[in-house]
């Protein structure tokens, strides 16, 4: 903001001042997204355990297994579970440039329905993906249906893409404009352009 186009609208910003105009102009950007796009912590989630994939069902005896997988199944079998849920999606993920976005700190406790918890550990899950958010319980994960999942986690954009950059900026600059110049005619800039710009960008990150 300090030097490119909008070095004007800030030039009497403190450090502190424009850290905090950034942080809300991100904040009013992930609005218009739908989505956490800057990085973040400790995102609490639920989600309740439904559907099965078919080539997952117990009876499914001719679906190739290895060792491990077939004592697992075993495992699973053996407390009188029944189908057990394989498969979580994230909420958060990267809508755009996955290769860009990181998850950490996943961590994830079973409810089940059946009665009892479990808190689950990194060799009973595979994932997060980044562009999907998708989570996948190995093979003797007790998770029967309709089991609740809870789930928190840390993720972003680590390396925030140019565009993302660009809207920030624009909004930003739009904040900055209905504090200082509300009628548009001090700075030359037309909030109503910049706002319709920045929209523009991140209709591209909305869910779909």
């Known amino acids: 903001m300090q030097d490119g186009q909008f070095a004007d609208l800030v030039r009497d910003y403190s450090a502190p001042s424009l850290d905090q105009l950034m942080i809300e ?33 117990t009876e499914a005896a001719n679906v190739p297994l290895d060792l491990q997988g077939t004592l697992g199944r075993s495992y699973s079998n053996a407390l009188g579970g029944g189908d057990q849920v394989r498969h979580a999606w994230l909420n958060e993920f ?23 918890s479990q808190t689950v550990g990194s060799t009973s899950l595979i994932g997060a993906e980044p562009d999907s958010g998708h989570i996948w319980f190995t093979l003797g994960t007790f998770l029967p249906l309709g089991s609740l999942i809870r789930i928190t986690y840390d993720g972003g954009y680590t390396t925030v893409p140019a565009d993302l950059e660009r809207a920030c900026k624009l909004q930003a600059a739009v904040l900055v404009l209905g504090e200082i110049d509300p009628a548009g005619t001090q700075f030359g800039h037309d909030p109503g352009a910049l706002s319709k710009q920045a929209e523009t960008i991140l209709c591209r990150y909305q869910p779909t």
């Open 25 to 57: 102009a991100t904040r009013v950007c992930e609005g218009i997204a739908g989505r956490r796009l800057a990085p973040f912590t400790g995102v609490p989630e639920t989600h309740r355990a439904t559907g099965i994939d078919p080539d997952e069902y």
């Open 94 to 116: 990267a809508p755009r440039y996955p290769e860009m976005w990181t998850y950490a700190n996943l961590q994830v406790t079973l409810l089940r329905s059946y009665g009892g």
